[in-house]
């Protein structure tokens, strides 16, 4: 008894199993020289023009990173304890943002703090 041979026709593929790719899919495009992926590329539609990059003058303008500290950084950096830093918080002594149940400090806001506290003893 013989086992049925394959012929030698194109099979179609199958279907990719969980977590694999399928067989007509391309693959990831290859990168380029310097290591980045080329970009998608937009369809063109007929008669209409792209927008030109905008002038330098009309970027927006980028703003400083901000940095936050927590409530414990603050009393560390101010050598007091963290309920000092909630009463100051909470009296708007000391501006704080709230994210989600914590607060966190500006730098400027506890440099700003500091510099206003400073009294000269004679």
């Known amino acids: ?3 049925p041979q394959r012929s030698a026709a194109a099979t179609l593929p199958r279907q990719a199993a969980y977590g694999q790719r399928p067989a007509y899919r391309p693959a990831t495009p290859a990168p380029r020289a310097g290591g980045q992926y080329a970009p998608a590329a937009r369809p063109q539609q007929p008669g209409v023009a792209m927008p030109a990059a905008r002038p330098a003058a009309e970027r927006p303008v980028q703003r ?13 950096i101010m050598r007091v304890s963290k309920m000092t830093v909630y009463r100051l918080v909470h009296a708007g002594d000391l501006a704080a943002v709230r994210v989600g149940r914590s607060f966190r400090v500006p730098e400027p806001a506890v440099r700003a703090y500091l510099s206003e506290a400073r009294t000269d003893v004679a």
């Open 64 to 76: 400083p990173v901000a940095t936050f500290l927590t409530v414990a950084e603050v009393a560390a």
């Open 1 to 3: 008894m013989t086992l």
